[in-house]
């Protein structure tokens, strides 16, 4: 995680400083579009009350107050903090058409959105713990 004296650019970071920074499946999921095995991240069945940040640059992306159990096994969210922190593009890899969701901030690699989530929004974000830092609520 960097801190915010380093923050102003972090898209711009090189691979090599992006390696130094993460552990290696924050890193994998991250900069490389690697996901985690569902039911393994740390937070696909966390309750705690707070923020979740990007773990690349602490951008906040998602509130637990929007978080749900989907059942898909990641961590599950019907909207983001501010339609500003994350941006949508189209995904054809593994031979599917998915919707990558990234970090505004940074670019990195969160997840996915699907239109299969709650009456609330209609979506699903489903994002890897490994992407996310979350900050408890005081």
């Known amino acids: 995680m960097t801190d915010e004296s380093n923050s102003a650019d972090e898209s711009h970071k090189t691979d090599e400083e992006w390696q130094r920074e993460l552990d290696a499946e924050s890193y994998h999921v991250l900069r490389e579009k690697g996901t985690e095995r ?12 707070g923020v979740y940040n990007c773990a690349a640059c602490g951008e906040p992306l998602f509130s637990s ?21 994350v941006s949508e593009n189209a995904d054809q890899s593994h031979g599917m058409l998915r919707t990558e969701v990234v970090c505004k901030k940074c670019e990195s690699h969160l997840g996915h959105v699907f239109p299969d989530g709650p009456p609330e929004s209609g979506l699903r974000y489903c994002i890897n713990s490994a992407a996310l830092k979350f900050k408890k609520e005081e």
């Open 38 to 49: 569902a039911f393994t991240g740390a937070y696909w069945d966390f309750k705690d009350k």
């Open 65 to 85: 107050e929007t978080k749900y159990d989907s059942g898909s096994g990641w961590p599950s969210f019907y909207q983001p903090d501010s339609p500003d922190c």
